[in-house]
Every structure is written in structure tokens, then in C-alpha cells.
């Protein structure tokens, strides 16, 4: 490889960018509402557990599958693009849902087909960035979709203020708006265009995915299907991080059917702000996402990942104790910069220890391992809120399964210490800080 190549190899081109952008300003315009939504639906704390746990293992449970044969077969970019268009379109139907039940199988069926996506698109962004720089270029992947999708998550939350939208749409384009607008319940009108326009965004993502330029392997060694059973069960920093994932994930999982029963029926949130605690999120997660993603590229993976992973014991803590919209938007900030520090982070982590080949299978096989333990958190948690709600009412019941989920966080946290880094790394967490606390130069070697 020339030093010409090498140097095109250290950026993402700017089409990864666009498709990268688009797929998560769809996500950023419906995802923020789903639970509210099941509970507009009448769910209870079991269905809406259930719901959460169908959207932590659908997406997951196939990705191997898609993983395993666009590594083998080499097409990704197909996979990127049916996974994009299909997953997203399928939203849409989201608006004809009848029952928490209907939309618990219309999330599973959208989340099996968003699951094509996921692998395959890590593993294409993966196979255009070279070692070295992997923090940094996943940090300002990162930062340019969360901006995006921060931007639809307010643009959401702002038009579902104005519900009258999709009818005078509908009344104005005459007998085709009756075709592009189909009638649903009024109730779910604020709920339309956030839902419509991810079907939209999903296409034209789609579309430009299909003129990413990749680079032929010129290695000459024919694809084999990755050894995906292999993954798991022989020693390996791989399988070690799976282990560690599962008792923090279980823990994390636990609090998710509650954040919507504090926003909406203790603070009584409005969408938009919900949309607006969403925004936070992402915001937050915008300004730390490159500052730590080169952080990672000096220091190292793991004490990135312990970093994002032990701050958010504090998150559920502060729903359970909110009395105030402003205590969760200060919650959602600190998320935010535990996604920051740990996402990329991790992902960087799994391309380290992964073969270059099989980089599809091991996040596809991460992502179902630790997708199958949230599917417990999740169910387990939401039956076991209804159930003690039985005894000592929902408001107890909520606040005990939140407080339960921080203090497991904050425990569990801690076994990521056990991670061992693939490679030495220029400068370490103590030297950062002293060179930051002294405002002295440090050789970090770079």
C-alpha cells in the first residue's frame, strides 16, 4: 500500500457520512416517542417491559446471520441498504398498531429487519479506517449522525405540537392526499409525520448506501464463513468482554420500562419535552463524542469504557428521586457522555481484537449476546414492577426497580477493570490528567 492510500484510508469518505447521517436522523425522529406511544396504547408496566425487551432482542438475535454472510459473501453495502430501507419503512405501520400487542410484533418484525443494518454497517465503517485512528474517525462519525439525529428529535417534538398538519395535508393534495396520507385514529396524528417522514428518510439513505466506495481485498484468500459458535466458546478477550457485558447490561436493562412512567405520569411531560430530554442526550453526547474518541486513541479502550459505564449508575437514581422535568434533563446530559465515552470506545475495542475478516461476526455476536440479557432485564424488571405494585402501589414499585437498576450498575461497572487492552497505547489516563491539571506538555509520543 502506498503512503497516498494509507493516507486516504485514515478517513471515512464523505457518502459514509451522508448514509451514517440520514440512518440516525430517522432514528432521531421516531425512537424518542415508541414508549410513550405503548403508553397511549393502554401498556402496563409488563407490556411496556415486554416492549423494551422485543426491542433489545429482535434487532439482535439474526445479526450473526447477517454478520456471517456479508462477511463471507462481501456485499455489505446490499445488506446496508435493504436492512436501511426495510427497517425504517416498516414504521410507519407503527400508526396501525390497535394494541400494546400489535405494536409489541410490529417492533419485532421492524427491529428483525433493522438488524440486517446494524452488523453490516459497523463492519463497512470498520473495513475504511485504519487502526490508529479508529477513536477519532468513529468520534466524528458519531458526532455527525447524533447531530442529525438531535436535529430531528427537536423537529419531531415541535411538529407534534401541531396534529392539524396531517389532516390539512391530507385535505389539500385532495384524492392523492388520501393515498400518501392514510386515515388513522385521531390520537395518533401527532404521532404521523415523525413516522411517515422515517419511511421517507429510510429510502434515501438506502439509495446513497449503494454508492459508498469500498476497497477490494487484494489479499486473494477466499471468504470463509466466520466461525460465529466459535466466538463464545473458546478463551479469548472477545469472550471475556461478552461476560463482563452481562451482568452490566442485565443491570442497565432493568430501568428501562420506567423512564416513560416518570415522564409521563409522574412529570406529566409533554412530547415535546420528552423530545427535548432526548435532544440532551444527544447533544451531550455530540460535544464529548470526539474529545473522548481521541482520548481512547491515546489512553486506550478500556478505561473509556469503565468511564461511560460507571457514570450511569447515577441516571436511574435521579429518575427515581425526580420531581421536576429539569432533574431529567440534567439525568439525560449525564447519559449522554456516558454513551460518548463508552460507544465508540467499545466498538473500537471489538475492531481491535477481531480479525479484519470476521469483524462482522464478532459485532453481530456481541450485539445478540448482550441483546439477549437486555431482553431479560427488561421483562424481568416490568414483571416484577407490576407485581409488586400489587402490594405497595405503581409509584413505590417504580421508584424501588429504579433504584434497584443503579445500585447493580454501580457494582457491575466495576468488572470492566477486568478488560485487558490488545496494544500499548502512547500515554495513559494519570499522565492525561496531570497534563491537563498541570498545563504542562506531555510526550504522548505522537
Known amino acids: 500500500m502506498t503512503e497516498q492510500e494509507t493516507t486516504e484510508r485514515r478517513r471515512l469518505p464523505s457518502r459514509a ?140 417534538g415541535f411538529i407534534a405540537a401541531f396534529p392539524i398538519l396531517v389532516p390539512f395535508l391530507r385535505a389539500s393534495l385532495g384524492w392523492l392526499g388520501s393515498i400518501l396520507f392514510p386515515s388513522v385514529e385521531v390520537w395518533k396524528q401527532v404521532y404521523y409525520l415523525p413516522f411517515y417522514l422515517t419511511a421517507i428518510t429510510g429510502i434515501i439513505a438506502s439509495l446513497l448506501s449503494i454508492g459508498i466506495q469500498t476497497r477490494n481485498d487484494s489479499s486473494g484468500v477466499p471468504r470463509e464463513f466466520p466461525p460465529v459458535l466459535r466466538l463464545l466458546s473458546e478463551p479469548s478477550e472477545f469472550r471475556k468482554l461478552c461476560f463482563v457485558a452481562t451482568f452490566f447490561s442485565f443491570a442497565m436493562s432493568m430501568a428501562w420500562p420506567f423512564w416513560i412512567i416518570v415522564q409521563r405520569q409522574w412529570l406529566n411531560n409533554t412530547l415535546l419535552e420528552i423530545a427535548i430530554a432526548s435532544a440532551i442526550m444527544t447533544l451531550t453526547t455530540v460535544i464529548f463524542t470526539i474529545p473522548l474518541g481521541r482520548f481512547s486513541d491515546r489512553v486506550g479502550r478500556k478505561p473509556l469504557i469503565f468511564l461511560g459505564r460507571f457514570t450511569l449508575f447515577v441516571v436511574p437514581i435521579m429518575y427515581a428521586f425526580a420531581f421536576t422535568t429539569i432533574s431529567i434533563y440534567v439525568a439525560n446530559a449525564i447519559a449522554g457522555f456516558s454513551v460518548a465515552a463508552t460507544t465508540n470506545a467499545n466498538t473500537a475495542y471489538i475492531y481491535d481484537i477481531a480479525p479484519a475478516e470476521e469483524r462482522g461476526a464478532h ?71 496531570r497534563a491537563f491539571f498541570l498545563g504542562r506538555q506531555v510526550n504522548r509520543g505522537l
Open 363 to 433: 459485532l453481530s455476536v456481541y450485539n445478540t449476546f448482550t441483546g439477549i440479557v437486555m431482553l431479560l432485564g427488561s421483562l424481568v424488571a416490568g414483571i416484577l414492577g407490576d407485581f409488586i405494585a400489587i402490594s405497595i402501589g405503581v409509584y413505590l414499585a417504580v421508584f424501588t426497580m429504579l433504584v434497584v437498576s443503579g445500585l447493580l450498575r454501580f457494582i457491575s461497572s466495576f468488572l470492566y477493570l477486568l478488560l485487558d487492552e490488545p496494544r500499548e497505547y502512547s500515554s495513559d489516563v494519570w499522565t492525561e490528567i
Open 17 to 156: 457520512y451522508a448514509v451514517g447521517s440520514l440512518a440516525m436522523f430517522a432514528q432521531g425522529l421516531y425512537s424518542p416517542f415508541l414508549n410513550s406511544y405503548m403508553v397511549d396504547l393502554g401498556a402496563s408496566l409488563s407490556e411496556i417491559g415486554a416492549f423494551r425487551s422485543m426491542g433489545n432482542v429482535a434487532p439482535t438475535i439474526l445479526q450473526p446471520v447477517w454478520g456471517s454472510v456479508s462477511d463471507k459473501t462481501g456485499h455489505t453495502k446490499a445488506f446496508v441498504a435493504f436492512g436501511t430501507v426495510s427497517g425504517l419503512f416498516t414504521v410507519f405501520l407503527f400508526l396501525f398498531a390497535a394494541t400494546p400487542l400489535d405494536m409489541i410484533v410490529l417492533y419485532g418484525i421492524q427491529s428483525i429487519l433493522l438488524s440486517i443494518q446494524i452488523p453490516t454497517w459497523l463492519s463497512l465503517v470498520g473495513s475504511l479506517i485504519d487502526e490508529e485512528n479508529r477513536g477519532i474517525e468513529l468520534g466524528k462519525l458519531g458526532m455527525a449522525t447524533n447531530i442529525m439525529s438531535l436535529l430531528a428529535t427537536l423537529f419531531s
